[in-house]
């Protein structure tokens, strides 16, 4: 028996959107955490070199720059409908109250950071920091508006 591959695409669809729906908010809320986690484990570290608190080691600045523009597209979901009660979270309200705002930045946060690797394989310290200040905006603009202190 052979499917159509559209049939199999959308089997898998369905199966992805139910197991998704099926997600708890406290286990909706701990992906957005681990998800963050991760985010700073790489972001830290380039701060520090853009500093110049940390020597500056443009292969390893790449990689994390690689890291995070994998993970910035995943914040989304961390982001679902009903997430915003049950485990204590930073997440403001405003997030749930805005979508289309909330979406807006991040957006910017997946652009900055698939342009800053784009930028990080180049080897240019300058462009990579001017960059990297570029996608802390992104990462501050939302924090100032939807993340509790």
């Known amino acids: ?22 997600h708890k908010p406290e286990a909706v809320i701990h992906y957005r955490q681990s998800a963050m986690t991760l985010i700073g484990w790489n972001f830290g570290p380039m701060s520090a070199m853009v500093k110049g608190k940390h020597e500056w080691d443009a292969k390893d600045f790449a990689l994390r720059a690689e890291r995070l523009a994998a993970l910035a597209p995943q914040i989304e979901e961390g982001f679902a409908k009903g997430s915003d009660k049950g485990a204590e979270t930073d997440a403001k309200p405003e997030i749930w109250k805005n979508p289309e705002d909330f979406q807006a ?45």
Do not use: T
């Open 105 to 149: 930045k991040v957006n910017d946060l997946v652009n900055e950071s698939k342009a800053l690797s784009d930028v990080a394989r180049s080897g240019d310290e300058a462009k990579m920091k001017e960059q990297f200040k570029k996608l802390a905006g992104a990462c501050g603009s939302c924090h100032d508006k939807y993340k509790a202190d």
């Open 1 to 22: 028996m052979k499917f159509a591959p559209a049939a199999v695409i959308a089997f898998a669809a369905g199966i992805c959107a139910n197991a998704f729906a099926q």
